[in-house]
């Protein structure tokens, strides 16, 4: 699990590039950025990734899931387990996770990555604040679960949401397990979980 994947399997026509018109045969064709891209995260994505975390959690709860530290940690253990979203070149929405290797998370899960690990703890889901309620929180969750169906030896994923977004993971999936044993400044959560290997859930555009 330790080696980051570059491209996706089986996901080659998620990568679209945008047509170039020539208007003479021999003009030279201008090189485009791809219009919309999913690739693993790197430590040089981590800037854009906390802006966008940063807008998204600290305006609702004060709090972001991941400090940019911690981030850049993540990027760098195990980038594999993470999904960027970027559109003409820029980060539209991500996904980070990490390795885990107990049952239920711990406060410990929070800064930790288990290698070689049968389950992913996704830290946070997150979309720029241009990019909501037209469904990317949706499709790319979806395009994630997929793409951990693929990796060998992953059995599951879990996370913990407030309450409000559990509607939305159990459309994607998720069942609930319990409360979590995690709080953050006097904030709440619901843990779930997805096991790998099922059916995959239908995208709904869930405005997220």
């Known amino acids: ?43 040089q994505d981590a800037i854009s990734v906390f802006e966008i975390e940063r807008e998204a959690f600290v305006s609702v709860s004060g709090e972001c899931p991941l400090s940019l530290d911690e981030v850049l940690h993540f990027l760098g253990q195990c980038p594999e387990l993470s999904l960027g979203w970027f559109e003409e070149g820029q980060l539209v929405a991500f996904i980070i996770g990490s390795g885990w290797d107990k049952e239920r998370l711990s406060q410990e899960a929070m800064t930790l990555h288990a290698p070689d690990s049968p389950t992913v703890h996704i830290h946070v889901l997150s979309v720029h604040s241009h990019c909501r309620q037209q469904g990317k929180g949706s499709i790319l969750l979806w395009r994630y679960m997929q793409y951990l169906s693929f990796m060998p030896g992953l059995r599951r994923a879990v996370l913990m949401c407030e309450d409000f977004l559990v509607p939305f993971y159990l459309k994607a999936g998720f069942k609930e397990i319990g409360p979590a044993a995690i709080t953050v400044s006097n904030m709440h959560f619901q843990e779930m979980e997805y096991i790998l290997g099922g059916r995959a859930y239908v995208r709904r555009n869930s405005g997220c």
């Open 1 to 43: 699990m330790s080696q980051q994947v570059s491209s996706l399997p089986s996901f080659r026509p998620f990568l679209m590039k945008t047509p170039t018109r020539t208007n003479r045969p021999l003009q030279q064709r201008r090189r485009t950025l791809p219009a919309s891209e999913f690739r693993n995260l790197t430590p």
